[in-house]
């Protein structure tokens, strides 16, 4: 059974750091492109980054760019997401979503087939 | 960038009927890379369509999806009370990645 946990959310104020992580299980992660997606209180979803799967591209929606780095750790099934110079506009719910298919140099993102249960970043001071 | 506009924004129906919801993309979607998501409250998304009509694994057949172009339907032939949640459209396939803003599909 695919499973995807994430961890590492809280409160944090605004210039402040985090790091995310997913750890996941039941499927040969090495294979697969990952990716963040978050969800505002009551608002709708946003792609947040994609990673292939051996580091080769890495992609950062307009909102992050520059501030969140995208990062695997094949041998640990893990994904991470650092996040910097956070903003109260990054209080989100974030989802790690396996990828159905590959992403490349002109595809950013595809469909996503299985997602963790979230967790919740609240910037504030 | 594409930009994903769904309606309605709410759709009130009752088990057993059926309900249309739309996508429409404000740019032609290439090879029709549209997906729809269920998402439930307090519950992640859960992929249901993909590349605009195939069904994703596990999910019942009352779940259609069809559309091309700029213009996607999702379809639930005859509405389960486990079916009234929120609806998302995506694009993907692309240098893009958006997602609609949801239709609520409540109970009537």
């Known amino acids: 059974e695919v499973q995807l946990v994430e961890s590492g959310g809280g409160l944090v104020k605004p210039g402040g750091s985090l790091r995310l992580s997913c750890a996941a299980s039941?499927?040969?992660?090495?294979?697969?492109?990952m990716n963040w997606v978050r969800q505002a209180p009551g608002k709708g979803l946003e792609w947040v980054s994609s990673i292939s799967t051996s580091n080769g591209y890495m992609y950062y929606s307009d909102s992050v760019k520059g501030r969140f780095t995208i990062s695997r750790d094949n041998a640990r099934n893990s994904l991470f997401l650092q996040m910097n110079s956070l903003r109260a506009e990054d209080t989100a719910v974030y989802y790690c979503?396996?990828?159905?298919?590959?992403?490349?140099?002109?595809?950013?993102?595809?469909?996503?087939?299985?997602w963790g249960q979230g967790t919740r970043v609240t910037v504030s001071s | 960038e594409i930009v994903l506009t769904q309606s309605p924004g709410t759709l009130s129906l009752s088990p057993g009927e059926r309900a249309t919801l739309s996508c429409r993309a404000s740019q032609s979607v290439s090879s029709s890379y549209l997906a729809w998501y269920q998402q439930k409250p307090g519950q992640a998304p859960r992929l249901l369509i993909y590349?605009?009509?195939s069904r994703a694994t596990g999910i019942p057949d009352r779940f259609s999806g069809s559309g091309s172009g700029t213009d996607f339907t999702l379809t639930i032939s005859r509405l389960d009370p486990e079916d009234f949640a929120v609806y998302y459209c995506q694009h993907y396939g692309t240098s893009w990645c958006s997602f609609g803003q949801g239709t609520k599909l409540e109970i009537k």
């Open positions: 039941g499927f040969t992660f090495s294979s697969y492109t």
């Open positions: 979503a396996r990828s159905k298919g590959s992403i490349s140099m002109i595809v950013v993102a595809t469909v996503l087939d299985y």
């Open positions: 590349d605009a009509s």
